[in-house]
């Protein structure tokens, strides 16, 4: 991986041109739809382009790649995993508390690091959920976003990216703790919504 990474951050040299951005689009859909880390695509997205422009290019790329990955999942997977889901009853009660919980659930597993940016795609996908509530919930990646091209600007050269860190955030920290926490309240809470409303039919 460090062999192959190395080899990309060489590519990017070449980057700064409109055709390079354009490849760099490219390879951020790529890696999101083939699930592989894209995180660190944002940081050297920051050092070649700017907080700024490298934010604006990174959200882009993810909004683009996480819609073709919603309608891939939806096109073809729902089905088949709608079978499957209806004959277990703790992934019925799933489904229905991400229902239940629509554009709240979805913005707040945005905000939380417990839950990858790649996989939600898909899952959102395998629900019964509105492509209007998913691009909603998208626009909270912008801060988070932000915050990596900020970090990856403070770069001097391609090896100081291999090296930069965002766990020591205190912000990001803070918006990571809440958010789990709201999230784990409002899956117990409508969960305990449906059991009764079931209970009472």
Not at 139 to 164: M, Q, V, W
Request: net charge positive.
């Amino acid at each position: 991986m460090s062999l192959f990474l190395d080899y990309i951050l060489n590519l990017f040299s070449y980057f700064n041109s409109s055709i390079g951005v354009f490849i760099f689009i490219l390879i951020y859909i790529f890696s999101v739809i083939f699930l592989l880390p894209a995180s660190w695509l944002s940081l050297v997205a920051g050092f070649l382009y700017g907080a700024y422009r490298g934010s604006f290019i990174v959200f882009i790329s993810a909004f683009c790649a996480a819609s073709i990955s919603f309608f891939i999942s939806k096109r073809f997977f729902y089905e088949r995993i709608e079978n499957i889901v209806n004959n277990f009853p703790k992934l019925f009660l799933l489904k229905k508390v991400i229902q239940k919980g629509g554009v709240k659930l979805i913005i707040l597993t945005r905000l939380s690091p417990l839950f990858p940016f790649s996989i939600l795609n898909y899952f959102y996908g395998l629900n019964n959920i509105r492509y209007r509530d998913f691009a909603l919930g998208l626009l909270c990646i912008l801060p988070g976003t932000f915050l990596y091209c900020s970090l990856g600007r403070l770069a001097n050269n391609f090896e100081d990216i291999k090296n930069l860190r965002f766990d020591n955030n205190i912000i990001s920290s803070l918006v990571s703790i809440i958010s789990t926490a709201l999230i784990v309240y409002l899956v117990t809470k409508y969960a305990n919504e449906i059991i009764e409303e079931s209970g009472h039919d």
